[in-house]
C-alpha cells in the first residue's frame, strides 16, 4: 500500500505553510487561500483551512541509512523531542524500524521513520527531496478489528502487526494506516496528545488500484477511484 494522497486540516493554515515550505523546504505544488499542497516523494500532503484545533500523528518515510542525518538535519530547523534521558530516536524490534518525532506548526506529531527492511538506502548527503512519502496516519477508533476489517473488505489492505484489541496495523511498510483504541491507549507516542479519531481524506494505492477514503467521526466511507493500466 502507497500513501498518494492526504489530506488534514488545520487551524493554523499559514503557520503550517510557512513551517513546511520555509522552515523545512518541501515543495509546494498547490496553493489558495485556503489550503495548500506539498510534494513529498511519491506523495501529496494537502492542509486545509478549519475554524476547529485538530491533532493528528502522521509520519514520514526516510532512506534507511539516514536516520541520524536526517535528525541532524533536522534540529537545525525544528526542536527533536526528547523521549528519555536525552535519547531522541526510538527503535521498535517488532518492526525493524527506528524514527524520531517532532511537532508541527499546528502541534500535531510528526515522525521520520527508517524501515531497514526496505532497503532503500542512499549514498548522497541527507536533503529535504529525500524523504520517499507520507507512510503512515493515525486512524483512532474504538474498535481496532472492526475498521481493520472494513480496510481489508473496501481495499484489500492486510492487518500488519500489532494488538487487535488496544493498538494494531493496516498496510505494509510502504504505507500504513496506524489503529488505537483510544479507550484503551490515551496519548500519541511520545507526547500527552490525546488520541482521537480526527478527520481526514485519503487517496491510496494498493495492488495497481485507487482508492479515496474519509474518515470523519470513526467511520469509513470509500469509493475506488480508477484503475491503473
Known amino acids: 500500500m502507497k500513501i498518494q494522497k492526504l489530506k488534514l486540516y488545520?487551524?493554523?493554515?499559514?503557520?503550517?505553510?510557512?513551517?513546511?515550505?520555509?522552515?523545512?523546504?518541501?515543495?509546494?505544488?498547490?496553493?489558495?487561500?485556503?489550503?495548500?499542497?506539498?510534494?513529498i516523494g511519491w506523495s501529496e500532503l494537502t492542509f486545509e483551512r478549519s475554524k476547529?484545533?485538530?491533532?493528528?500523528?502522521?509520519?514520514?518515510?526516510?532512506?534507511?541509512?539516514?536516520?541520524?542525518?536526517?535528525?541532524?538535519?533536522?534540529?537545525?530547523?525544528?526542536?527533536?523531542?526528547?523521549?528519555e534521558n536525552g535519547r531522541k530516536t526510538q527503535r521498535f524490534e517488532s518492526w525493524n524500524a527506528d524514527s524520531f518525532y517532532f511537532?508541527?506548526?499546528?502541534?500535531n506529531i510528526a515522525e521520520f521513520i527508517v524501515r531497514h527492511e526496505l532497503k532503500n538506502t542512499t549514498n548522497t548527503d541527507f536533503k529535504i527531496s529525500d524523504v520517499l512519502c507520507v507512510n503512515e496516519i493515525g486512524m483512532p477508533t474504538d474498535n481496532v478489528e472492526k475498521i481493520n476489517n472494513q480496510l481489508q473488505e473496501n481495499f484489500g489492505t492486510k492487518f500488519w502487526k500489532g494488538d487487535p484489541l488496544r493498538f494494531g496495523t493496516n498496510g505494509s511498510q510502504e504505507g500504513?494506516?496506524?489503529?488505537?483504541?483510544?479507550?484503551?491507549?490515551?496519548?500519541?507516542?511520545?507526547?500527552?496528545?490525546?488520541?482521537?479519531?480526527?478527520?481526514?481524506?485519503?487517496?491510496?494505492?494498493?495492488?495497481?488500484?485507487?482508492?479515496?477514503?474519509?474518515?470523519?467521526?470513526?467511520?469509513?466511507?470509500?469509493?475506488?477511484?480508477?484503475?491503473?493500466?
Request: proline share 5%; glycine share 4%; aromatic share 16%.
Open 176 to 229: 500504513l494506516f496506524l489503529l488505537p483504541n483510544y479507550n484503551l491507549k490515551d496519548f500519541w507516542f511520545p507526547t500527552s496528545i490525546k488520541i482521537k479519531p480526527e478527520p481526514f481524506n485519503i487517496l491510496i494505492n494498493n495492488h495497481g488500484r485507487q482508492y479515496n477514503l474519509e474518515y470523519k467521526n470513526g467511520e469509513i466511507k470509500a469509493s475506488i477511484k480508477n484503475e491503473y493500466s
Open 10 to 39: 488545520t487551524n493554523k493554515l499559514d503557520l503550517e505553510k510557512q513551517f513546511y515550505s520555509e522552515v523545512l523546504g518541501f515543495e509546494i505544488i498547490e496553493s489558495s487561500l485556503n489550503f495548500f499542497t506539498l510534494k
Open 52 to 83: 476547529k484545533d485538530y491533532k493528528y500523528h502522521y509520519c514520514f518515510l526516510i532512506p534507511s541509512n539516514k536516520l541520524i542525518e536526517a535528525m541532524e538535519w533536522m534540529e537545525k530547523r525544528v526542536p527533536i523531542l526528547d523521549l
Open 103 to 107: 511537532y508541527d506548526a499546528s502541534g
